[in-house]
């Protein structure tokens, strides 16, 4: 499995020059190459390959006065946010066609220097290199400080460096690690995911969002609104958006750590861990939005996803029309729907119910259903096809997947 490692950078003020430059002629290439296929596609000619497209937005734009400064930056910058271009354009084909499932996939957007996020990627043969003195050597931009709050665990096929809003610097590897699998356990458990408790697990155990990150998401939301009471263009709007990036930076940082504390110690506990698949982005534009972005479902979802699989344990997503909450966990009776102020309840069977802990409990039975029903019981886990590293194209990162403890945007 492959996984992001982020650590912290401290490029000088040279360095971040260079960096800018970096930035800026990896945008270029991305942008002249959308520009290209789109012409192309106007004019009714056939689509640009990867190869071709190679060849006229570096090769050949590098020997022209107009483009020759992408000369002044390594080469497989530009051909990696080329390689971002044709995933994009490959993820929004595959979409279009359905044979990518899930939420559509828009056609490749433009990217602009006002965007909150810059990155670059150096690959493997871009000879970027972790140096004895711990520094983290880039062509043609130098050697860099990082902060290592943890040891790589082998040698990193690539590295992005990622500039966030708030002007932080990151640099993030990818990883190959291998499985470490864990004594195996008897439990298995059900997790519902809320409003009223961030999680239920079918043991009854509840889990409320902790007090500093309710807090901290206070305090973003009295910023936020702050922001949007200054003036357009004004020097006291551009400072309130670097506070609204930064504490917005800070409660992201803040809940990833906290998640992944809940997640890696629900998979050490439970040999299977089951899910309801929220259909997040459909509630995300409900009147429920907001609290959904905050608790962040599909993030810590996809943590216990990974760690299962890394671990050695079973996991499974129940499917979302389910009705989890209106079944009755002891005698399997449908019951009538229920108003959401309602937190607990009686079954007709004598079963006296908290809502929450029997949503759980249906969804444990359900994912242990299915698994049976696949046969997949007997393999440990669903390990989820190894991704390509996540790239800089928005989309990509957001498949990105932090390691424990260390954070990035
Ligand atoms: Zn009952």
Redesign the pocket.
């Known amino acids: 499995m492959r996984l992001r490692f982020n650590f912290r950078v401290y490029p000088t003020p040279g360095q971040q020059i260079e960096l800018a430059r970096a930035f800026g002629c990896a945008r270029v290439v991305f942008n002249d190459g959308l520009r290209l296929r789109q012409e192309a596609r106007e004019q009714g000619l056939p689509y640009v390959s990867d190869a071709e497209l190679s060849k006229r937005i570096i090769t050949l734009a590098k020997a022209t006065p107009e483009r020759a400064w992408l000369g002044e930056v390594s080469s497989v910058v530009l051909q990696q946010a080329l390689a971002d271009l044709n995933t994009a354009y490959r993820n929004f084909f595959a979409s279009v066609s359905g044979k990518r499932r899930g939420r559509k996939v828009a056609p490749p957007r433009y990217r602009s220097r006002k965007d909150n996020r810059q990155a670059i990627r150096f690959t493997k043969n871009s000879r970027f290199k972790v140096l004895g003195n711990g520094r983290l050597r880039l062509p043609k931009i130098g050697d860099l400080a990082v902060r290592w709050s943890r040891a790589l665990p082998s040698t990193p096929s690539s590295v992005a460096i990622i500039k966030d809003a708030t002007g932080r610097y990151f640099a993030s590897f990818v990883v190959q690690v291998t499985d470490e699998l864990l004594p195996p356990v008897e439990s298995e458990v059900g997790v519902d995911l809320g409003l009223t408790h961030f999680a239920v697990l079918s043991d009854g155990t509840k889990v409320a969002a902790p007090k500093f990150l309710r807090r901290a998401a206070r305090k973003l939301k009295r910023l936020q609104q702050a922001l949007a009471r200054k003036q357009r263009g004004s020097q006291n709007r551009k400072k309130a958006v670097v506070k609204v990036a930064r504490a917005h930076a800070r409660v992201a940082d803040t809940r990833r750590d906290w998640q992944h504390k809940l997640s890696t110690q629900i998979i050490r506990e439970n040999q299977a861990v089951y899910v309801e698949d929220l259909c997040v982005t459909g509630l995300g534009r409900t009147r429920l939005a907001k609290s959904v972005h905050d608790a962040g479902w599909a993030g810590f979802t996809g943590m216990l996803e990974y760690k299962a699989a890394r671990y050695g344990r079973a996991f499974g997503r129940v499917d979302r029309f389910f009705p989890s909450t209106r079944i009755?966990s002891?005698?399997?009776?449908n019951n009538e729907k229920m108003a959401l102020n309602v937190r607990t309840w009686d079954?007709?069977?004598?079963?006296h119910h908290d809502r929450d802990v029997n949503a759980a409990r249906n969804v444990r039975a359900a994912g242990q259903a299915d698994l049976n029903a696949r046969g997949a019981h007997v393999r440990p886990g669903l390990v989820p096809a190894a991704r390509n590293e996540a790239g800089t194209h928005p989309d990509a990162a957001r498949s990105a997947r932090s390691v424990e403890g260390i954070s990035v945007r």
Request: net charge neutral; glycine share 20%.
């Open positions: 009755c002891d005698c399997g009776r079954c007709p069977c004598g079963s």
